[in-house]
Each structure stands twice: as structure tokens, then as C-alpha cells.
């Protein structure tokens, strides 16, 4: 496995408990690099079936890190709002997609500015009038989360190895096997690439050319002046909130394409002003108690979009060589459940659920250009 952030930790914690002898090698502290910048939502609320199951079982695992995983819980459970734009409530996609999502058996159920009064006095949706609301959702602790999974990754006994970067893949015989890093060779029957960012570098040496652009996701932290409020993704608004211990609230960028880093070893630079101009106003049209709020803290991390703004999920054409990149600010909430899947997928030889083959490399046409996210 190379990259230790939360999808390379849980292809393999639960790789190594499907009983393959397993090597995770990244040069930073786990978790360091976009992990540690993510906003953490966990939430279910998506516009395909197959990624909707993906993130329901995610719910589930860490609604039971502690059995399932072990160690201190991460997750808070808070509840989660989905805002609507306008035009998605008028052309009839927003209840189609809840619709679909509760048939996938994700509660969920669409409520209107008195039912969300019920819930959470603090969110004005005056100007849309409705929300998903998903009862369970809410955020995980990045540190916790990463730690946890590197303790039970140790345990299955994988063998973790910080402060060991690859710098190219190993081919021989039409075959990746292995990968050459800076404490030398490793080589293995197969070789995931968990690296984000990254990802596209490694894999350009043996010829395969991902279509993946670094992103830059940035984050403002502001002090909360109520005790609690639901975690939101404000599509209407374009950017998304969470509350965050012990008396704050985090807002992100939702719209991702803005910034396009020149190289994926690129720093990002934390948010400017133009990004605290426009998120700041869409905070505190959504949450009215934030008005008046200064900003106490900012943070940049890095997105490895693809242009459908879905993963890179499984097998490539070269054999030996696995995929779990492209997360395009999604993996978070999905890494462990998607680690559980691929992890099984290498040991048998097919997708524990064969709509996850829809994520492969090959659904993406060379020529296809710039990211996006649905999300």
C-alpha cells in the first residue's frame, strides 16, 4: 500500500485481516496530508446508488469504530442537512434523489423550514424552503480516525513504515511488482496506490496516465455562539459547515475547481480573502447566529479530482497494479467502507459489489479534461 492517510490505512488494516501479508509505506506521519485537512462530514446523501451504499456503510463502520475498529470513537453524530439549489427542488432531482437514497435504506426524509425548526432552531432555508435531512449523519475526528486505523492496521499485522516515500512502481513481465522507494525495493503480488495527489506521478512511470488534477479544499474556522447546530451541505450556498469542539464551526469550499495547483507537490497557501469574501456571507445567510463572527483560523489542503469527481476504484489493465485515488474530497467518509470492499476485491479476484466496477480507470476517456465535483 503506498499512502498512509484514511484510504490506504483502511485497504490495509482490512486486507491484512483477509489474511494477506501487507506493507504500508507513506514519508509523513499518517494522515498528515489531505486527511488532515478534510472537513470530516459523514454523511450519505449522494446522487448515485452505488456510491449511496458505499457511504452508508461507511456510516455504519463509524457508528461502531470502536467494535469494528477499535479505540476511541471519532464520530460525533450532529444530523445532516442537504440544502437544495432552487433549480434542483423546481426540476424535480432533489425528491427524486431522496427517493432514490431511501430506497437504498438511508434515513433520510425531506423536510421543510417548520420540520427543521423541530430539529435545529439556527438554520434559516427561507430562500429554498426544503432539506434532506439524515438523522444519523455527522463528523469524525481526523486524528482519532487515523490513529485508530493504523493501531488496528498494526495489530492484523501489517507492517506500517512512515518516513518511507515510493519514488516509482517496478514492472517486469508486463507486471507491476513492486515499488522502489528510498529505504530500497519492495515487492509484492500487487501494489494499491493510495497516494491522492501523488497518485498520477507514480503511476506515469509504468504508463499509465490518471486523470487526476490537484486541488486546492480550503477551510475556515469561526467561533460558534450556539451550543450545537447540524452539519450542512449548502448547495444553494456553495459551501458546507460542521460544528467543530469546543465552541466553533468549520466552513469549506464546496465548489472545488477554483483553484488548480500547478504540481501535486505544491503547498497550498491558506485561503485568501476573495475565498473568506464569498464563504462568509453564504455562512451567515444559512446561519444567522455566525454573523459578526471573526475568522480565528484558516487551512488549505489538497483534492485529487477526477473529472466525473468520482474514484479511481480497483484493477488497472496492468496487472499487479491497484487503484484507490481520485476521491475528489469524498474519501473521507467513505475510505474505511471502500477499504473493506477493495480489500476483499484483492482477494478474490471480483468486486464484492459489481457496481463498484464502475469506478475503474477505463469508464474515463483519455481526452476528458478538468475536474469537477457532484458533491
Not at 141 to 151: F, I, K, Q, S, V
Amino acid at each position: 500500500m503506498i499512502g498512509g492517510g484514511i484510504v490506504g490505512l483502511s485497504v490495509a488494516l482490512f486486507a491484512a485481516r483477509e489474511g494477506l501479508a501487507v506493507a504500508l509505506i507513506d514519508p509523513r506521519p499518517f494522515g498528515s496530508a489531505s486527511t488532515a485537512r478534510s472537513g470530516a462530514l459523514i454523511r450519505t446523501h449522494y446522487d448515485s446508488e452505488v456510491e449511496a451504499r458505499l457511504a452508508l456503510a461507511g456510516l455504519t463502520l463509524f457508528e461502531s469504530f470502536s467494535e469494528l475498529i477499535g479505540g476511541e470513537s471519532p464520530f460525533t453524530p450532529t444530523g445532516f442537512a442537504y440544502v437544495p439549489t432552487v433549480e434542483e427542488v423546481v426540476d424535480g432531482r432533489f425528491r427524486a434523489r431522496v427517493a432514490m437514497l431511501a430506497g437504498c435504506g438511508i434515513d433520510t426524509e425531506i423536510l421543510d423550514a417548520a420540520g427543521l425548526s423541530e430539529i435545529d432552531l439556527n438554520l434559516d432555508i427561507s430562500d429554498v424552503g426544503v432539506v434532506a435531512y439524515e438523522p444519523r449523519s455527522g463528523f469524525a475526528d481526523p486524528a482519532l480516525t487515523t490513529a485508530g486505523l493504523a493501531a488496528a492496521a498494526r495489530r492484523a499485522g501489517t507492517q506500517l513504515r512512515l518516513g518511507v516515500a515510493a519514488t516509482g512502481l517496478i514492472e517486469s513481465g508486463g507486471r507491476v511488482i513492486g515499488a522502489d522507494t528510498t529505504a530500497g525495493p519492495v515487492f509484492a503480488g500487487a501494489v494499491c496506490v493510495c497516494a491522492g495527489v501523488r497518485s498520477r506521478a507514480l503511476c506515469a512511470g509504468v504508463g499509465l496516465d490518471l486523470p487526476l488534477t490537484p486541488t486546492v479544499i480550503a477551510l475556515l474556522t469561526v467561533p460558534r455562539a450556539v451550543p450545537g447546530h447540524l452539519s450542512v451541505i449548502d448547495a444553494a450556498g456553495g459551501i458546507y459547515f460542521r460544528p467543530d469542539p469546543p465552541q466553533q464551526t468549520i466552513v469549506g469550499r464546496r465548489a472545488f475547481d477554483d483553484v488548480v495547483l500547478d504540481a501535486p507537490d505544491d503547498e497550498p497557501e491558506p485561503p485568501d480573502w476573495s475565498f473568506m469574501d464569498a464563504a462568509l456571507p453564504a455562512l451567515q445567510r444559512r446561519l444567522p447566529s455566525a454573523i459578526g463572527a471573526p475568522v480565528i483560523a484558516r487551512r488549505a489542503g489538497q483534492l485529487d479530482m477526477t473529472p466525473d469527481g468520482r474514484p479511481l476504484l480497483g484493477p488497472t489493465a496492468l496487472p499487479g497494479l491497484w487503484l484507490s485515488c481520485g476521491w475528489s474530497g469524498t474519501g473521507f467518509k467513505t475510505g474505511p467502507s471502500a477499504g473493506q470492499q477493495l480489500a476483499r476485491w484483492l482477494v478474490t479476484g471480483s468486486a464484492p459489489d459489481r457496481d463498484l466496477e464502475a469506478f475503474c480507470i477505463e469508464r474515463v476517456p483519455e481526452p476528458a479534461r478538468g475536474p469537477r465535483s457532484p458533491h
